[in-house]
Structure formats: C-alpha cells, structure tokens
T-cell receptor, first 116, second 113 residues
Framework: GAGVSQSPSNKVTEKGKDVELRCDPI?????LYWYRQSLGQGLEFLIY????????KSGLPSDRFSAERTGGSVSTLTIQRTQQEDSAVYLC??????????????FGQGTRLTVV | GNSVTQMEGPVTLSEEAFLTINCTYT??????LFWYVQYPGEGLQLLLK?????DKGSNKGFEATYRKETTSFHLEKGSVQVSDSAVYFC????????????FGTGTRLLVSP
C-alpha cells in the first residue's frame, strides 16, 4: 500500500480480554516499530523489528505484551488480559532499514485502544 | 544508550513570533536527526531531517541545523502561524548497526491569533 496501515483504528475492550493490533508496513520496509502514546504524553517505545527478528524488546511493559512479525511484513501486537492502564494510542512505523543514514520512519494513523 | 532531550512545553506564542524549540542528543557515532510533527487529531509526519554535521534541514519555513559540537538540533521558525499549533518531536537514529528510532518527549506549541 501507499502508507503504513493499522487496524483496527479504534478498539474498545473489556478489562481482562485479549486484543490484537495489526500493522501493515510499507512494502519493502525492513524495519518496523511499535510505540504507544497515552493521552497528552510522548511516545513510549515498545519494540522494533528488523526483518522478522526483534533486536530490541526492552520497551514491552510486561509479559502480557507480545509482538510478532511474519514474512518480513505484517506485524501483530498482542495484549493479553488487558488492564485500564493499557488504554492508549498504539502507533506503528516502518522504514527501509534501521541505522542507515537518513532513513525516515513513516507512521500509521494508530489504533486507539480503550479498556473499560 | 542513545537519548534525546527536548524542552518541555507548552510553548505559547502569538502569531508571527519567532519560535525556538531546543533539542539535544546523546548518541554514539554520527546519528541522523529528525523533527516530526503531530497536528491535532493526526498522525506523526516527518517535518525535516539532517544526516551529518552542519547539515540544515528545512521545510514549511522551519529549520534545524545539526550541531555536533553542541550535540543539538534546535527547531526554529521566523514567523509562526496559528496552523503551526501542534506537538513537535525531536528524534534520532544511530547509523552504527541496527538501532531503534529514539524520540524526545515532545513539545506542544500553541499559537494564538
């Protein structure tokens, strides 16, 4: 596609349920990032992928959070047993590669997750 | 590790005022530096970038110069408009190996007529 696509755009879930958030990066982009943004806050890094591997998972808040990437393309962020503090906008970004000079990251519109 | 520090907001200005948003960084090697902008209700988009020392990135009247001696990448605009009201994020990515994109905490700019 023309840009980074995230789905769903909005998700309301009950506390304790599991949710899956999907990111379709720009075709050919090998690096993929997940961030989350709570209301009025900055960007909190969660995880990044280079190809299908995740060199840095340091930002995942707890073991309820996991992410995978298959075929070097689509990525899924899974949150198990959601809690109210998980409510945020989850942003995905992709770039041609990480570390290359001047590589720009393109962001999706985000998934707004609300846990009630 | 790599990090970015930017001034806290909000920054409140009148239209046509001069804008500076400070950004300093800590990184190994020679990172690439970026400013991203998030307009109300919209996603993040790249505003400008610089890839080596003394480079100047510019777009939409905004400028930032890559200063290696002071490890800074301050964002400036000579005359802000109401439509510039947004949150601005400074970011870097190292060019040594595979590194994640590191963001500052963001600075909210509010421009009044």
């Amino acid at each position: 596609g023309a840009g980074v696509s995230q789905s769903p755009s909005n998700k309301v879930t009950e506390k304790g349920k599991d949710v899956e958030l999907r990111c379709d990066p720009i075709s050919g982009h090998t690096a993929l990032y997940w961030y989350r943004q709570s209301l009025g806050q900055g960007l909190e890094f969660l995880i990044y992928f280079q190809g299908n591997s995740a060199p840095d998972k340091s930002g995942l808040p707890s073991d309820r959070f996991s992410a995978e990437r298959t075929g070097g393309s689509v990525s899924t962020l899974t949150i198990q047993r959601t809690q109210q503090e998980d409510s945020a906008v989850y942003l995905c970004a992709s770039s041609l590669s990480s570390g290359a000079r001047g590589t720009e990251a393109f962001f999706g519109q985000g998934t707004r997750l609300t846990v009630v | 590790g790599n990090s970015v520090t930017q001034m806290e907001g909000p920054v409140t200005l009148s239209e046509e005022a001069f804008l500076t948003i400070n950004c300093t960084y800590t990184a190994t090697g020679y990172p690439s530096l970026f400013w991203y902008v998030q307009y109300p209700g919209e996603g993040l988009q790249l505003l400008l970038k610089a890839t080596k020392a003394d480079d100047k990135g510019s777009n939409k009247g905004f400028e930032a110069t890559y200063r290696k001696e002071t490890t800074s990448f301050h964002l400036e605009k000579g005359s802000v408009q109401v439509s510039d009201s947004a949150v601005y994020f400074c970011a870097l990515i190292s060019n040594t190996g595979f590194q994640k994109l590191v963001f500052g905490t963001g600075t909210r700019l509010l421009v009044s007529p």
